[in-house]
Nanobody, 115 residues
């Protein structure tokens, strides 16, 4: 079992920045691919960014150039740096850990972009 705890969400003005963190309980954190998902009001959950065990990132087109995913295996933490935030980035952001058929989710952290 892997426990994931997200933090760093909040209210930010358009154009602002936030950094989300997801701390994992697993000592084998480095063997998990990590992802950030989000679910906006009235929308389906969507994959925002992912990072492989080797550190290769990928992004959904709508956040490319604005968001950066990274991981610190020593701290068992994955980050999502979000810059140039827009109103449409408003959502609950979820951390996800995946290895083969095993998958774990965090409880989510709210990000609200509004003036």
């Amino acid at each position: 079992q892997v426990q994931l705890v997200e933090s760093g969400g909040g209210l930010v003005q358009p154009g602002g920045s936030l950094r989300l963190s997801c701390a994992a309980s697993a000592s084998t954190f480095s063997t998990y691919a990590m992802r950030w998902y989000r679910q906006g009001p009235g929308k389906e959950r969507e994959l925002v960014a992912s990072i492989t065990t080797g550190g290769t990132p990928s992004y959904v087109d709508s956040v490319k150039g604005r968001f950066t995913i990274s991981r610190d295996n020593a701290k068992k933490t994955v980050y999502l740096q979000m810059n140039s935030l827009k109103a449409e980035d408003t959502a609950v952001y979820y951390c996800n850990a995946r290895k083969l058929t095993r998958e774990f989710w965090g409880q989510g952290t709210q990000v609200t972009v509004s003036s």
